[in-house]
């Protein structure tokens, strides 16, 4: 028996999208294969993919050298679509009946261990946070968001998108966009074009502790970000914090690099176990 085609099977299972899950299905074969090649050699790999739906970015991951597939799904309707597929490509689909957010990703397969993913829009940014935390147990992730999201994960300081998205990710790791894709190309077309970034964690990464201190200072920052320094920062040690890194107390938030906000964060850490 051979593997039915990916229209063949959504037909068969009567899967369509919902918009309460932030669903909008991938169904370009040549488009799926080139996410799964944002990946690099996955010889050996094992690759967790959330939001894998009726399957079409799983069916290029199963085509690709990696040893094992973790795909995490929340919607029971696709469970009986994917446990089909995973009997064309014995013991290489494993499905996982979860909520992505409430899951460690990290505990489901040893290292190496990458994540490539079409995300569900609706929570895209909080499992990627959730995954920056615990950056050091990947070796990449090739992930799919709303175009607007991926130029915030990788915008430059003095920009309209820099931000707190932007001062995580690029602190935890180094990140691109790697391809653009249009609403066409998605079942049904969402209303954004959409785009893949590629995220490399660095070699060295923060502390839980230092982690949870960025998180205080860029919410602080840019939670008042058309305000100076002094005053954004103000609930947190405001003109001491800037006194000890030397950062201009009248600058505001997005004048910041990615540098100086560790900084402030590695005081803001200091001074908060010295009190």
Known sequence: ?????????????????????GQHFLLDPNICERIVSLGGDLKGRHVVEVGPGPGGLTR??????????????????????????????PNRLNIIREDALKLDAASLAPAPRQIIANLPYNVATPLLIQWLRQAASWERLSLMFQLEVAERICAEPDTSAYGRLAVLSQWCASCSIALRIPPGAFSPPPKVHSAVAVIIPHAQQPS????????????????????????????????????????????????LTVAEFASLAEHHLNFSQTL
Do not use: C, H
């Open 208 to 255: 839980e502790k230092l982690f949870k201190a960025m998180e205080r200072v860029t919410a602080a920052a840019f939670g008042q970000r058309r305000k100076m320094l002094r005053s954004s920062l103000k609930a947190i040690g405001g003109e001491k914090l800037l006194d000890a890194t030397g950062i201009t107390p009248t600058r505001r938030a997005e004048t």
């Open 60 to 89: 290029a991951l199963l085509n690709s050298p990696a040893d094992r597939i973790d795909a995490v799904e929340i919607d029971e309707r696709a469970w009986p679509l994917l446990e089909e597929l995973a009997t064309f490509y």
């Open 1 to 21: 028996m051979s593997l039915p085609s990916l229209k063949d099977t959504i037909r068969a299972f009567g899967l369509d999208a919902k918009k309460s899950l």
